[in-house]
């Protein structure tokens, strides 16, 4: 995928800032040595192939292929540690592998299981369970603490990793996300993570707005991964026909807030947090609010679950999982709010609530 696009340089004074500050940052002469972690990569530039085999090398040709693309006057101060690369082609990302050579697995094998890892992962069974988010974050509290006394190793690394996924389903509160954090991040420094953990101790920091739980530049790296994947789901975009048969563009939604939302009629996260997105549509589709709902299922599956149904928002329909790939998604329910002039400004990793939702909706000047 080329670096230059429209919707890249829409703005391209704060697109610029990002990628300087991405560049700024692994620019630093040991940028990434003392990490578990790596990100490799293969770039194309022009007609030539090249082989970035760590991190630094990795988020550099990346960062400043996009720079160059928006704001090239700004690649001057890096002229020196950029000089092995002839950057006056596009930038095209070829494949690009977070990982930790040797690393164990991050589920351990049944056999290496505690009597205590035992009964906290039985306790995560009740998550899903309990009638209210208080009552979820209550518990949450108390796993952490539990998975926090454990010795470190690889049980410990997969019961936090499990205790995450579990505490971004609803609204458990900043207390109880902090502590689910700091869990992660503890299991991660006492153990052999693989790349993936970083990444999702970044997710959750990045997305839930909490405070880093320490300085390290593995998680500043899985940090600039994803703001790298930021960009290229910005880059993407997406055309996709709704059910009524009409076709829907970002470029086409210009002056809309936007919120785009994957999902699926088998998923019960994603049906529990649609009547509050029909509530805010309602709500707010005077003041320019777009709600789009994209399923990838087959759409007599689709329509068969909406006659069941009393939503009005637009669903889109993505077969071949073409837009889900473009956007990087993985678990569903997964949203991205566009604010006006289609500058991708937040992102929810899991369901969301009404509250959560309209603090999503302020980073698009949305109230």
Sequence with gaps: ??????????????????????????????????SKSSLTATFQIGSATVAAS?????????????????????????????????????????????????????????????AAGTAIRQSFSQFRGLPTDADRAKLALTAAAQVRALPGGAEKLSLAQGLCSLSTEGDLGKEALTAVAGTLAQAIHEGTPDSESWIELAKLVRYERLSAPYSDPALDAADSLLTLREALVQESGFTLTALDGKTYSLPSLRGKVVLLNFWATWC??????????????????????????????????????????????????????????????????????????????????DVRTERQFLEMFKTAGLE
């Design 1 to 34: 995928m080329s670096v230059a696009n429209s919707a890249a340089s829409a703005l391209p004074g704060p697109t610029a800032d990002v990628y300087e500050r991405i560049l700024k940052t692994a620019a630093q002469p040991h940028y990434g040595e003392k």
């Design 54 to 114: 760590n991190s630094r090398d990795t988020v550099l040709l990346q960062a400043a292929g996009r720079l160059r693309a928006v704001a090239p006057e700004r690649l001057e101060k890096y002229k020196d540690v950029l000089s092995r690369w002839d950057l006056s082609g596009a930038v095209v990302v070829r494949s690009f592998n977070p990982k930790v050579p040797g690393t164990a697995p991050a589920v351990p094998a049944a056999n290496t299981s505690t």
């Design 268 to 349: 019960p996260p994603c049906r529990k947090e649609m009547p509050d997105m029909e509530k805010l549509y309602r709500q707010f589709e005077k003041k320019g609010l777009v709600v789009l709902a994209v399923s990838d299922e087959e759409r007599e599956t689709v329509t068969g679950f909406l006659q069941k149904q009393n939503y009005t928002f637009p669903v889109l329909l993505d077969p071949g999982r073409k837009v889900n790939a473009a956007f990087a998604v993985e678990g569903i329910p997964k949203s991205f709010l566009f604010d006006r002039e289609g500058n991708l400004v937040s992102e929810a990793i």
